[in-house]
């Protein structure tokens, strides 16, 4: 064993809020980064047909190799400019229509669907309220529980409540090894049920937040492996990881049953999270 | 005993159960009146949150409503706890204290002689949040609309998903979506019923995207809370901001129907179906 391995194989597992942290690094591949870093090709497509072009959704057709595909997903911004003008991966109600749009075409053609998750949450302000949040992210999980052609969807970075979800109700989910999925923020988590945004590594770990426990929970289907020091630190390297990820599971995706069955076992998928269970029920 | 030696006597409460104080216009109403008027306050219209029974017995024919899954109790999937203690005991008191199983209550039953499948949500139960056994029990009741050809009726009352059980609670937004994604598959109508509060979660997954949405006056309708928002983009909401009547003028909702003309306006839309 090498001096590095001896030493990190002593060094204590990261805690839930060390992921977290790790997840919002600024530093990791953006949506924009991983297209045209692991694509041969990117057609970038703008619009929701509707109007408006939401800069937070990037979207477009995409080649690895011979195979061919629609890529959906937030994008973050790299630079300081380009992070406000994209409302740090925020989408609005624009950028779901902008996706269920690119998810029907991706159907029509007959091409697989790839999303790449990394968002804080759908984008809270008062356009996006009047143009119907909550209707645009309800309507995208229909499109997707309904869409007849495979969905893979990988979590990047941070799968930040409905506005992650609303891009990922996907036959395959992977979870990159430092992302994190949940259903609130652990600040927003903290700031209600402890009353003190400051107790956010507490309700971090309560969340079950990580890669591991969201495949512990059947959430997740797997997990992409991250350089050493999390994607940040070697932005090539966990694209290239993606890369092989998506070549992966598109391939094992296309072999299965599509239409109908495809949809069906989507449904069935979903049916068994949480599914009830007697046996494991709090007492009453 | 001198009168100034005498010990103040405590005032005596004034029978404080026969008012209802208004939340909206502060109002004093007699208990009685107010209740027989569907707790929707007689000066200002304001219309109070209903448990899910009284929804029920507002909307379904006396005696029609068969329930469905009372045996789905919340499940402790996460063993969380927070800074009040554990979940697990948290929703056994919310079963034990309200009656009902979990955030919803599911069934069949008649409206005004047309039998439909219900789901309603319940307010007074961990904020109507939306869980995996709700989720479950929104699942089985959309199914047996699909297996009984019936109408969908979601009457949604809801601070969003239940942090609780975390991830498990998001994915039932999916779950609740790819039933309804079947019912429509099915060509079965769904009607959702808006109540105050529909926000969060909720409004981002089966509550916005009926055939027909119905929403009572008032009701506050959102996907992010109005702080939030304010304090996102730093500037002050209009007063009307997340109301029905605001959604309704930006096209997300149909109609505002009072509480006293829900059952027989329902009634009046079930006729449509014509298959």
């Known amino acids: 064993m090498s001096e590095t391995a001896k030493k990190n194989a002593k060094a204590p597992a ?59 997903g937030h994008q973050k911004g790299s630079t300081t400019e380009e992070r406000i003008a994209c409302r740090f991966g925020m989408a609005s109600p624009d950028g779901f229509r902008k996706a269920d749009r690119l998810m029907k075409l991706a159907e029509k053609w007959g091409l697989p669907v790839v999303t790449l998750v990394d ?24 499109v997707m529980a309904g869409l007849q052609t495979p969905i893979l969807s990988i979590v990047t970075g941070e799968g930040g409540s409905g506005g992650a979800l609303g891009i990922a109700v996907a036959d395959r989910v992977l979870m990159l090894e430092h992302a994190i999925y949940s259903v609130i923020s652990p600040e927003g988590c903290a700031s209600i049920l402890w009353r003190d945004g400051a107790k956010a590594p ?49 391939r094992a995706l296309a072999g299965e049953p599509g239409g109908m069955r495809l949809v069906e076992k989507r449904y069935r998928k979903f049916q068994a999270m949480g599914k009830f269970d007697p046996r494991k029920a709090v007492r009453t | 005993m001198a009168w100034f030696t005498k010990k103040e006597e405590a005032p005596q409460e004034l029978l404080p159960d026969i008012w209802h104080v208004c939340s909206k216009c502060n109002a004093h109403v007699f208990k009685d009146s107010w209740e027989n008027n569907l707790k929707v306050c007689p000066k200002c219209g304001h219309h109070d949150r209903l448990s899910a029974r009284e929804r029920i017995a507002l ?21 969380f706890a927070d800074a009040k203690g554990p979940y697990a005991a948290k929703a056994a008191g919310a079963v034990k204290k309200l009656g009902i199983s979990e955030a919803v209550v599911t069934g069949s039953g008649d409206v005004e002689g047309v039998r439909v499948v219900f789901a309603v949500m319940d307010f007074a139960f961990l904020g109507g949040s939306l869980s995996s056994g709700a989720g479950e029990k929104i699942d089985r009741a959309i199914q047996h609309a699909i297996d009984f050809n019936r109408t969908f009726v979601m009457v949604s009352a809801s601070g969003g998903a239940r942090m609780h059980e975390g991830i498990l609670s998001l994915m039932q937004m ?33 509550a916005l995207i009926g055939d027909v949405n119905v929403a009572e006056p008032g009701a506050l309708i959102g996907f992010a809370g109005r702080r939030v928002i304010e ?22 909702v149909d109609a505002i129907v009072e509480r006293k003309d829900l059952r027989h306006y329902l009634a009046t839309l079930l006729a449509y179906r014509q298959k």
């Open chain 1, 119 to 142: 968002t804080a949450g759908a984008y809270p302000g008062l356009e996006a309220e009047q143009r119907g949040q909550g209707e645009a992210i309800g309507r995208s999980l229909l």
């Open chain 2, 174 to 206: 999916a779950k609740t979506c790819a039933s309804l994604q079947r019912l429509q598959e099915a060509g079965l109508p769904y009607v959702s019923i808006l109540t105050d509060p529909t926000t969060g979660g909720v409004s981002a997954s089966y």
């Open chain 2, 231 to 252: 304090t996102t983009i730093k500037q002050k909401l209009p007063d009307d901001f997340q109301t029905a009547e605001y959604l309704r003028d930006h096209g997300f």
């Open chain 2, 59 to 79: 909307l379904v024919d006396p005696g029609t409503f068969r329930e469905y899954g009372q045996e789905i109790v919340p499940t402790d999937h996460l063993g």
């Open chain 1, 202 to 250: 507490e309700a971090a770990a309560a969340l079950r937040l990580t890669a591991r426990d969201l495949v512990a929970l059947k959430v997740a289907d797997g997990i992409v492996p991250e350089p050493p020091g999390g994607a940040g630190r070697d932005p090539a390297t966990a694209v290239a990881l993606v890369r092989k990820a998506v070549v992966d599971n598109l």
């Open chain 1, 14 to 72: 990261p805690t839930a809020w060390d992921v977290v942290k790790l997840a919002r690094d600024p530093g990791r591949p953006t949506a924009r980064q991983y297209a045209e870093g692991m694509c041969d090709e990117f057609l970038e497509l703008h619009g929701d047909r509707l109007c408006a072009d939401d800069p937070a959704i990037l979207g477009g057709l995409a080649r690895i190799g011979k195979t061919r595909f629609v890529l959906v």
